[in-house]
């Protein structure tokens, strides 16, 4: 492959991941969403390291709740403000809607998981996370 063709191959994947990107920039998962309970704000938006895929990052924590990463496994970052932490990442469109095979992070246990999440008719947003074959969905209201 000559240096010509390897430039318009590496132009055109550019091109797709713009297109694949701008596509998804009307998703109805985009936004700000309040977990259950109201007890945080996520804003739920592309990866600034990749704007094909969707991250979710904790802006507001309700007052009185933990504000540091407390239960994280690596000692290191147990002093780690909460607010600024990615709790979503790396989620991939399934469709419009619909993000699979992202990984979420619990502040509650400290632990990873794989992620899926999809906008629900009713407007609300469901977020799951599994471990192994077991997954847990938690449904969070838009926020205002």
Known sequence: MTSRDRLAAASIALVLAMASAAQA???PVFGDWLTVGGAA????APCATN???TCGTLFWLKPGAPTHDANNSDAALKARPL???Q????LKRDG???WK???IYVPETGRTARANMSANPDGTLKV???VAVICQAKTWARAR
């Not at 709790?87 to 790396?90: E, F, I, P, Q, V």
């Open 96 to 98: 419009p809607g619909v």
């Open 101 to 103: 095979d992202g990984r």
């Open 25 to 27: 920039g009307g998703d």
């Open 83 to 85: 607010i600024g932490v």
């Open 41 to 44: 704000k996520v804003r739920v």
């Open 87 to 90: 709790l979503l990442s790396d």
């Open 128 to 130: 799951e996370g599994c």
């Open 51 to 53: 704007p094909a895929l």
